[in-house]
């Protein structure tokens, strides 16, 4: 099993960064697709981007151009740097790792291990 932990959430104003880690212990992290999910108070867990195991990426429609996920494998962490950030932007932000490293899935019962989570607050 690969255990998650997400770092670098946080408060920023409107039209800030900030960029996201997931450092990954226990396997390395090229044997999993990876993705970053999010979820607002009263919201259901929501889609943000994924990237394979090849370095090939997908985004939400909402943070193309805005958002970039990468991943160093020997850094075993996954990344997501957030730009031109907006209010609703804020949520709770959660990496999350699948077996099928090919994968691109993007509801979250396709992902078996999941991080804690991480606040993005971002202020208008």
Same mark, same amino acid.
């Given at each position: %099993?690969? %255990?998650? #932990?997400?770092?670098?959430?946080? &408060? $920023?104003?409107?039209?800030?960064? &900030?960029?996201?880690?997931?450092?990954?212990?226990?396997? @390395?992290?090229?044997?999993?697709?990876?993705?970053?999910?999010?979820?607002?108070?009263?919201?259901?867990?929501?889609?943000?981007?994924?990237?394979?195991?090849?370095?090939?990426?997908?985004?939400?429609?909402?943070?193309?151009?805005?958002?970039?996920?990468?991943?160093?494998?020997?850094?075993?962490? $996954?990344? &997501?740097?957030?730009?031109?950030?907006?209010?609703?932007?804020?949520? #709770?932000?959660?990496?999350?790792?699948?077996?099928?490293?090919?994968?691109?899935?993007?509801?979250?019962?396709?992902? %078996?291990?999941?991080?804690?989570?991480?606040? $993005?607050?971002?202020? @208008?």
């Amino acid at each position: %099993q690969v %255990q998650l #932990v997400e770092s670098g959430g946080g &408060l $920023v104003q409107a039209g800030g960064s &900030l960029r996201l880690s997931c450092a990954a212990s226990g396997r @390395s992290l090229w044997s999993y697709a990876m993705a970053w999910f999010r979820q607002a108070p009263g919201k259901e867990r929501e889609f943000v981007a994924a990237i394979r195991w090849s370095g090939d990426s997908t985004y939400y429609d909402s943070v193309k151009g805005r958002f970039t996920i990468s991943r160093d494998n020997a850094k075993n962490t $996954v990344y &997501l740097q957030m730009n031109s950030l907006k209010p609703e932007d804020t949520a #709770v932000y959660y990496c999350a790792a699948d077996w099928d490293r090919a994968a691109w899935g993007k509801v979250p019962r396709e992902y %078996q291990f999941w991080g804690q989570g991480t606040q $993005v607050t971002v202020s @208008s």
